[in-house]
């Protein structure tokens, strides 16, 4: 049976001046099945194009504090005991950093795991 799941598209905003972005990871949690997930994939080629003096050893790091919150556990810091939906939560909350969470959107699956690789084939690849 399906069950309610929410995802949020990862992107990275070189310039928050300009508002362009990339792409870059996609998060999901699904309350019922105590899921929380996040894949990511940095196209370096395509991000140095679009923002050739951008830090990408910066957002590799940002990017792996977002993984290791998903995961959660020490590796993770302090928030790493929170819930599932608390660490969703905090990940989604808008910030002005180089690497932001779009908007949370819902959707309906079987499998967040296997919905996780289908978004990030569909919104980052």
Known sequence: MSTVYEYSVLRVIPSIERGESINVGVT??????DFLGCRTHLDEPRLLAFAPTLDVEGVRIA????EAL?????????AGSESPGRRFRWLTA???TIVQPGPV????TDDPAAELDRLLDLLVH
Do not use: F, I, K
Request: net charge positive; with cysteine; aromatic share 4%.
């Open 70 to 78: 998903c995961c959660g556990g020490e590796r993770a810091g302090q």
């Open 63 to 66: 990017l792996g504090a977002v």
């Open 94 to 96: 808008p910030r002005s």
């Open 28 to 33: 999901v949690y699904c309350r019922a099945l």
């Open 105 to 108: 959107h819902p959707g309906l």
